[in-house]
Nanobody, 124 residues
């Protein structure tokens, strides 16, 4: 799966930002998808995941209630709506795809394909 993330930028704390990820693959609906992020000096961490159909979602505790993941299988797109942003959300955000047919949990620690990353900077 080839993934292209976009939508990052600079935003003030408390603001909102929306990320998009375009997937180049046949049968996009076979893939659970998600987002991870990596802050400077830190390891990459899981942010959010969504099932093949979009019917199930899963979030890291640090973003639950503030971020919303969604997908449009007709357009091969995954989105991450980020609200109430905090300075600690500053990171490079990566779109990720689980292996074909794998469950949503596979996005957390077994993602197979990654996008190039998009920078999100939250100023305090």
């Amino acid at each position: 799966v080839q993934l292209q993330a976009s939508g990052g930028g600079l935003v003030q704390a408390g603001g909102s930002l929306s990320l998009s990820c375009a997937a180049s693959v046949r049968s996009f609906s076979n893939y659970a998808m998600g987002w991870h992020r990596q802050a400077p000096g830190r390891e990459r961490e899981f942010v959010a995941a969504i099932s093949w159909s979009g019917g199930s979602t899963y979030y890291a505790d640090s973003v639950r209630g503030r971020f919303t993941i969604s997908r449009d299988n007709a357009k091969n797109m995954v989105y991450l709506q980020m609200n109430s942003l905090k300075s600690e959300d500053t990171a490079v955000y990566y779109c990720a795809a689980a292996p074909s047919g794998a469950p949503i949990i596979a996005v957390v620690n077994n993602a197979r394909d990654w996008g190039q990353g998009t920078q999100v900077t939250v100023s305090s």
